[in-house]
Structures are given as C-alpha cells and as structure tokens.
C-alpha cells in the first residue's frame, strides 16, 4: 500500500499538469519513479503470496530495510517525505513502540534501579502476540490499517486542492491585464480583490 502511494505521488510529481493542477512540486523525470514503484509492488505481491498464513518464506531484515530505504529515497526525491510518515504509519508506530520502550527501560532503571516496560514486549506487533492475539488476526487488522492510511493518504491530494483554492488573492492594478486576471481567478474559485487607484473592487467590468 505504502509503495502504491508513492507510485501515485511519483507519477503525479513527474507530470508538469498534473503536478500544477493539485499544488505539487514539479520535479522532472520522477515520473520514472513509478516504473520502479511498480516494479517493487510487484515483487511484494509474489512475496505475499508465499507468505500468507502459514508463511513458507520469510524476507528478514536484508529484504525490509532495503524495501525501506528505497520508499525513503524515493519519497526523498518526489519532494513527499510527510507522505511517507502517514502512508507508512506501521512503520512509523512499529519504530516508534521500539525507541519508546528502550527509552522508557532505561530512564526507569536509572531512576529506580530497575526497569520498567511500556509495552509487554516491543516492536508493537510482539506486543500483541504477547497479549494472547492470533498472528493471523495482528497481521489482518494491520493490512487494514495500512489500507486506512494509504486512502488517507490519497484523499490529501484533494483536501490539499481544495485548500490552497481557499486562498485569497489581490491583484494591483485594475488595468485590462489586472481586470483579466482576476476574471481568471475568480473562475478558478479563487476569493479574488483587485487594487485601482488604491481601492479595492470586487465587481469588473
């Protein structure tokens, strides 16, 4: 889900029409990006495939953290990093529930002489296998998760549409370029105020 966000993103960021007509950084030749987006979307549905419950392979950390620098990098490259913190949000929270428990060990032990622990066993998903929850359902109810925030993720291109048309504008000058200006915007839905002789006017003829 996380790859398919940035496949988005990345096709979007390479297309100068797209890219201006939802506020997003141009950059040119990402738009390649969303061959490799696709390629690795790919790859990762041949490895679901084999590892559906019970798993028959298992990728390991050579496989995750090289998955993970290149989301990185390519989020890095379309100009999108927030994008990645919300579209890869397991991710976010696994780490975090990591970084949070050993930081929280360690300051308990200092204090009291003894650590103390947040979370029965961290990243997270350990956390609720150690709660007694199925591996198959943990893993079901994350899928949705991601699912939730890949949507989420998607839906900002227009919520950040919409915002930025929100915006007001103010032309100087209410000469014939100034006056068509701002009939421009105005049907662009902007809220449009145009300045002659240092006044402002919202009617143009």
Same mark, same amino acid.
């Given at each position: =889900? %996380?790859?398919f966000?940035?496949?988005?993103?990345?096709?979007?960021?390479?297309?100068? /029409?797209?890219?201006?007509?939802?506020?997003? *950084?141009?950059?040119?030749?990402?738009?390649?990006l969303?061959?490799?987006? +696709?390629?690795? !979307?790919?790859?990762?549905?041949?490895?679901?495939?084999?590892?559906?419950? *019970?798993?028959?392979?298992?990728?390991?950390?050579?496989?995750?953290?090289?998955?993970?620098a290149?989301?990185? =990098?390519?989020?890095?490259?379309? @100009?999108?990093?927030?994008?990645?913190?919300?579209?890869?949000?397991?991710?976010?929270? #696994?780490?975090?529930?990591?970084?949070?428990? $050993?930081?929280?060990? @360690?300051? %308990?032990?200092?204090?009291?002489? #003894?650590? $103390?622990?947040?979370?029965? !066993?961290?990243?997270?998903?350990?956390? &609720?296998? /150690?709660?007694? &929850?199925? #591996?198959?359902?943990?893993?079901?109810?994350?899928?949705?998760?991601?699912?939730?925030?890949?949507?989420l993720?998607?839906?900002?291109?227009?919520?950040?549409?919409n915002? =930025? !048309?929100? /915006?007001?504008?103010?032309?100087?000058?209410?000469? #014939?370029?100034? %006056?068509?200006? +701002?009939?421009?915007?105005?049907?662009?839905?902007?809220?449009?105020?145009?300045?002659?002789?240092?006044?402002?006017? /919202?009617e &143009?003829?």
């Amino acid at each position: =889900t %996380t790859t398919f966000v940035l496949f988005v993103f990345s096709y979007v960021a390479g297309n100068s /029409k797209l890219s201006h007509y939802l506020f997003l *950084p141009y950059v040119p030749g990402v738009g390649e990006l969303a061959i490799v987006c +696709a390629g690795v !979307m790919g790859a990762s549905l041949a490895f679901l495939w084999f590892n559906a419950y *019970p798993a028959d392979v298992f990728m390991g950390d050579v496989g995750s953290l090289s998955l993970g620098a290149l989301l990185g =990098t390519i989020a890095v490259m379309i @100009k999108q990093e927030f994008v990645l913190a919300i579209a890869g949000g397991i991710f976010v929270v #696994e780490t975090l529930s990591v970084i949070i428990q $050993r930081a929280y060990f @360690k300051y %308990t032990k200092k204090k009291h002489g #003894e650590g $103390r622990r947040i979370f029965l !066993m961290s990243p997270l998903h350990h956390h &609720y296998q /150690k709660k007694g &929850y199925p #591996e198959a359902k943990i893993v079901t109810r994350f899928w949705i998760a991601a699912i939730f925030l890949a949507v989420l993720t998607i839906v900002t291109l227009k919520v950040r549409w919409n915002i =930025t !048309m929100s /915006k007001r504008i103010t032309i100087l000058g209410g000469g #014939e370029s100034g %006056t068509g200006a +701002a009939i421009l915007s105005q049907q662009q839905g902007f809220e449009t105020f145009l300045s002659e002789y240092g006044q402002l006017k /919202k009617e &143009y003829k």
